[in-house]
């Protein structure tokens, strides 16, 4: 509306100089070069006008993204307690549900065949949600963001435990699906409360500022390559290379994110894959067609 009032403007006044030149010419007042350059001029000023507007409309639209999103360093204002940010592992059944019906991680466009093979991971992560806010919020808040499904989705424990961990957006981007990934952490930040430093600010601008779309894009298992559990060799029935079994309870054994189970991705890491109904683990995993082995 702005650019068009100023070009209405600029137009008329063309106009005006249009219709006084003869007169003017006549008193010997202005030359027709004259003219030229005045109509000149005025062109170049509705140019850079434009391209000012235009500037100010972007930086207006950058500022939309993080609207509502307070911008200051991180600040642990109390000790962080993973037990205020628990959550229920009933809640797979609401990712499966946005990830096409699969176990499948968007970061990585990988489906996994169960879901002990896979992290159900918060994109905004919880120790860098507490030290960006929700430290100074009450327990029933920091249970809400730990079990809101729009915080939730899937990823190898590799990359979640060891890759992604508590970094920010600053720190770590996914190879795929950035655009939505920079969008839910905005949409979770935004919905909590919860904060961003200036360097997240700034690379979440980066990114959101490129982004076509906001989907997720999900590729089937016949457009994905071969994961390292498809391409690795199964152990033999046997287990000949097993490990003699460890003394010890089994959950201090092999229950690396102390949730109470024993998932497929930690029995190979421990090698003690495939798990017979003999196995002192087998009691912490889930055997979902009941013929006593698991992690075949």
């Known amino acids: 509306m702005k650019r068009k009032n100023t070009l209405t403007i600029i137009t008329a006044l063309t ?3 249009l219709l006084t030149a ?9 030359t027709l070069e004259d003219l030229a350059q005045r109509i000149n001029r005025l ?3 509705q140019d850079d006008l434009t391209q000012r507007l235009a500037a100010l409309e972007a930086a207006s639209a950058s500022q939309n993204w993080l609207a509502g999103i307070p911008i200051q360093p991180e600040n642990r204002c109390t000790p962080y307690d993973a037990d205020d940010y628990r959550y229920p592992q009933s809640l797979e059944a609401q990712i499966v549900a946005e990830t096409g019906g699969t176990f499948y991680s968007p970061y ?15 994109i905004v992560a919880r120790s860098e949600a507490h030290d960006s806010g929700l430290c100074a919020a009450d327990i029933f808040t920091r249970l809400a963001f730990a079990s809101d499904p729009l915080n939730l989705t899937f990823a190898s424990p590799q990359l979640n435990r060891d890759q992604k961990v508590a ?23 935004r919905r909590y409360g919860i904060a961003m430093d200036p360097r ?39 287990n000949q290379n ?55």
């Open 15 to 17: 106009i005006t100089l």
């Open 22 to 30: 003869p007169r003017l010419h006549a008193q010997g007042t202005l």
């Open 43 to 45: 062109f170049t000023a």
């Open 108 to 122: 990585t466009g990988e489906t996994f065949n169960w879901g002990e093979d896979v992290d159900i991971e918060h």
């Open 167 to 189: 970094k920010d957006v600053a720190e770590w981007l996914p190879d795929l699906n950035r655009c939505w990934f920079v969008n839910r952490v905005v949409a979770v930040k």
């Open 200 to 238: 997240e600010a700034q690379a979440a601008l980066a990114v959101l500022t490129t982004c076509p779309s906001f989907a997720m894009q999900i590729i089937t298992p016949s457009e994905e390559a071969p994961t390292s559990a498809e391409t690795t060799t199964p152990p033999t029935e046997t």
């Open 242 to 296: 097993a490990t003699p079994q460890a003394e010890g309870h089994p959950l201090d054994l092999y229950d690396d994110n102390n949730n109470g189970r024993i998932t497929c991705a930690e029995a190979r890491r421990h090698n003690i894959a495939p798990v017979r109904s003999d196995h002192p683990a087998y009691p912490y995993m889930r055997d979902p067609d009941g013929d006593g082995v698991v992690c075949e």
